[in-house]
């Protein structure tokens, strides 16, 4: 005999907040932590496949690149001058050397900072600004993507 529990909707289930990191580096839905976040390499899925969260609020727009720009691709071309610099080495060593370098180090974290950034959106719950008039009641915390 086995008891049937009642039938909750998906969207409607209690969640454990998730660490957005956690959720960037495992590329995972932030409410629920199992579905996809991409359908792709950087192309995020309409909505997840397990509880059905839209991932219309998403917008990292150059969040991802900008990190990238100034954390990993910087020390890269850093390593591309100081070789030439150095070294006055000709062109086809910094095809073997420099062009990779800067493609491993700049195309693979991408995906993960993209991740989590969408990740921290969801549990920031942050969305565009908007202005209120002093006549109008601010909208109430509704929590609506809890
Ligand atoms: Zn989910």
New binding site residues.
């Given amino acids: 005999m086995s008891a049937r529990l009642p039938s909750v909707p998906?969207a409607d289930r209690p969640?454990a907040r998730l660490s957005p990191f956690t959720c960037g580096m495992r590329a995972?839905?932030?409410?629920?932590?199992?579905?996809k976040l991409f359908d792709g390499f950087l192309k995020l899925a309409p909505?997840?496949?397990?509880?059905?969260?839209d991932y219309s609020f998403a917008d990292p727009a150059d969040g991802p690149a900008f990190f990238v720009i100034c954390f990993v691709c910087v020390p890269a071309v850093i390593f591309g001058l100081w070789l030439e610099v150095a070294f006055q080495v000709p062109y086809w060593v910094h095809l073997v050397t420099t062009l990779p370098v800067l493609l491993l180090t700049c195309i693979p974290p991408l995906r993960p900072l993209k991740g989590w950034m969408v990740a921290s959106q969801f549990y920031y719950k942050a969305e565009e600004g908007r202005l209120v008039m002093a006549d109008e009641a601010p909208p109430a915390a509704s929590g609506a993507r809890d």
């Fill in positions: 998906v969640y995972c839905c932030p409410r629920c932590g199992e579905g909505r997840c496949e397990v509880c059905g969260l």
